[in-house]
């Protein structure tokens, strides 16, 4: 089975664009997750979609922004781009059962450069 | 409030002695609680999850972990420590509600 994949892997931005950041799922999985990760504040959870509703969000400004497909595919969208918002994005789908006994799988993770 | 704590940001070993990466959570439920593993510049894989069966989890390249309800941890260990294992480590806690929280990670260094 082929695993979680994202694209494009690197990005190079400058301030006040746009950017829209690409996920496929495992074949089969229903949610797709985002995650921001930096060095100074780790792990920060975006948002998470299941069956092309946004079911979970966490505590980002509304310049980001999801989307999910009726492929499960998902992108993420990031507008007024800031210098802060230079991160790792990792997106990671499951198969959204409702508990969180559910495994996440992780894509490689789009590299996002603000200059 | 859930939470979960990792211990230390950073553990050095030498190859070829155990490895021991701590990590405690709060939880009002029953937690889910998972160890990944990240290499530089790669997403994150799953190396093991506790979800209320046995205990004792094992899980892939040798390492396992144990759930300690008493003292609300989750220690991940290896008995021989391999090259290839240094890498971050995070330890995650599930939520009944479909939500995970992260814990800070814990740099490996793996000494010759």
């Known amino acids: 089975k082929a695993g979680v994949t994202q694209t494009p892997r690197y990005l190079i931005k400058t301030r006040g664009q746009q950017v829209t950041l690409s996920c496929s799922p495992i074949?089969?999985?229903?949610?797709v997750s985002w995650y921001q990760q930096t060095p100074g504040q780790g792990l920060q959870f975006l948002f998470e979609?299941?069956?092309?509703?946004?079911?979970n969000k966490g505590n980002f400004p509304g310049r980001f922004s999801g989307r999910q497909f009726s492929n499960s595919r998902s992108e993420m969208n990031v507008s007024t781009l800031e210098l802060g918002d230079s991160a790792l994005y990792l997106c990671?789908?499951?198969?959204?059962?409702?508990?969180?006994?559910?495994?996440?799988?992780f894509g490689p993770g789009t590299r996002l450069t603000v200059l | 409030a859930q939470s979960v704590t990792q211990l230390d940001s950073h553990v050095s070993v030498s190859e070829g002695t155990p490895v021991l990466l701590r990590c405690n959570y709060s939880s009002s439920y029953s937690p889910s609680l998972f160890w990944y593993v990240q290499h530089p510049n790669k997403g994150l894989q799953l190396l093991l999850k506790y979800t209320s069966a046995a205990t004792l989890v094992k899980g892939i390249n040798g390492f396992e972990a144990e759930f300690k309800k008493s003292e609300t941890s989750f220690h991940l260990t290896k008995p021989s420590a391999h090259m290839s294992d240094a890498a971050e480590y995070f330890c995650v806690v599930g939520l009944g509600t479909y939500k995970y929280i992260f814990g800070t990670g814990t740099r490996l260094k793996v000494l010759a």
């Open positions: 990671a789908s499951s198969s959204g059962g409702r508990t969180s006994t559910d495994t996440q799988y």
């Open positions: 979609y299941f069956s092309e509703t946004q079911r």
């Open positions: 074949s089969g999985h229903r949610s």
